[in-house]
């Protein structure tokens, strides 16, 4: 099952709901969390009782700290009359891992590319973008290419069989477009595409002369129409090239500062719902190293890694959602708390005070 296709299917069609694909992301991030909401619960749960048990499983691991298997088993015991898991906390994000590397291989791929890979939302030139990009003008019969490139088929193609053409032949199989050699900026490009990836019968395979092709460099996301000829059994063709001009995308840095700043008001705002559960000093403090230096690591690795533009829309509008998320189960929590403490409660204003004269005289009379 392919599930980068699914994926693509699944913006398509809610483009076609909210009649943009920036939207069809933000509608996506939404459904993800909805369904991972009881998870979310759990987990906001499972982080208080961490807490409020840190200090007892703290003392447990300072008394047998000497002997590991029996602190182990101790903890296991801990855990399971508390009816505490440890990784509870954990399983959301696990979740959500699969989640983000499907839509990240969705947006760099040559189907969304095609289909919606120049989309623009908001500030967002393009949802397909990265934050250094390599840039090539489209159609000017010369091709930007670095070391590596690939190619591949940008929409349906025109096929000529002597006097006769055919306009929207498709081509298919997974990388039609292969590369005669290497890539070298400066020098020509040799491109094949195998007769057997045309959509056509195997008569109109044979009566094939030529083609026009719309081939996209996945990198520069270039476009060229590419004049292919019938050698034997393959369509070929040679483009020029020259050395693409990197380009800085600073709608992609503001995404990913903006990132940065959502996932800092996150831990925030998760760090003061909990204030008024009692904390050990020294993972307080942890907390709030982590809560500072998480965001600033992951800003250098959103730097040094191409992600999408898409993708990066996704985990900001996935903050946002965290960030309410939070602040509604904590309330919801804290109610829970006031029940159970208020049930808890014995009224004593009713009850009858007995002094110690009243005491002697019951006593006496038992006699």
């Known amino acids: 099952m392919d599930f980068t296709a699914l994926t693509i299917e699944l913006l398509k069609g809610l483009n076609f709901i909210t009649g943009s694909y920036g939207l069809a992301i933000i509608a996506l991030t939404v459904i993800v969390r909805l369904c991972l909401w009881p998870l979310g619960v759990s987990q906001q749960r499972s982080m208080r009782a961490m807490q409020i048990l840190q200090p007892k499983m703290k003392l447990i691991q300072e008394r047998y700290k000497n002997d590991p298997q029996t602190a182990q088993r101790k903890l296991m015991e801990f855990y399971k009359e508390h009816k505490f898991n440890p990784m509870a906390g954990c399983l959301p994000l696990l979740i959500q891992m699969p ?57 349906k193609v025109k096929v000529f069989m002597g006097d006769e053409a055919l306009d929207n032949v498709k081509i298919t199989g997974k990388d039609p477009v292969k590369i005669q050699g290497s890539v070298v900026p400066g020098e020509t490009v040799d491109l094949k595409i195998e007769l057997d990836n045309f959509n056509l019968k195997y008569s109109q395979l044979e009566k094939i002369t030529s083609a026009e092709i719309d081939i996209q460099n996945m990198k520069t996301r270039e476009v060229e129409t590419v004049k292919f000829e019938k050698i034997g059994n393959i369509m070929a063709a040679s483009m020029p090239t020259n050395r693409p001009q990197n380009q800085f995308h600073y709608d992609v840095l503001v995404l990913i500062l903006l990132f940065a700043a959502t996932m800092i008001v996150t831990q925030k705002v998760m760090m003061a719902s909990n204030k008024n559960i009692p904390q050990d000093p020294t993972q ?32 900001v509008v996935s903050n946002i959602f965290q960030i309410i998320q939070t602040i509604v189960i904590n309330k919801q929590l804290e109610a829970e708390d006031a029940h159970k403490s208020a049930k808890n409660n014995v009224d004593l204003s009713n009850t009858k005070t007995i002094n110690p004269i009243e005491t002697k005289t019951i006593e006496t009379d038992k006699k």
């Open 99 to 155: 989640i983000f590397i499907l839509l990240y291989t969705a947006l760099i791929s040559p189907q969304f590319i095609q289909e919606a890979g120049n989309s623009n939302f908001l500030f967002i030139n393009r949802l397909d973008t990265t934050l250094r990009g390599s840039a090539g003008n489209s159609y000017d019969g010369v091709f930007s290419v670095s070391d590596n490139d690939k190619f591949t088929v940008y929409k």
């Open 284 to 315: 307080a403090q942890m907390q709030k190293m982590m809560g500072t230096m998480m965001p600033l690591m992951i800003i250098f690795m959103f730097i040094i890694a191409p992600i999408p533009a898409g993708v990066l829309l996704y985990l």
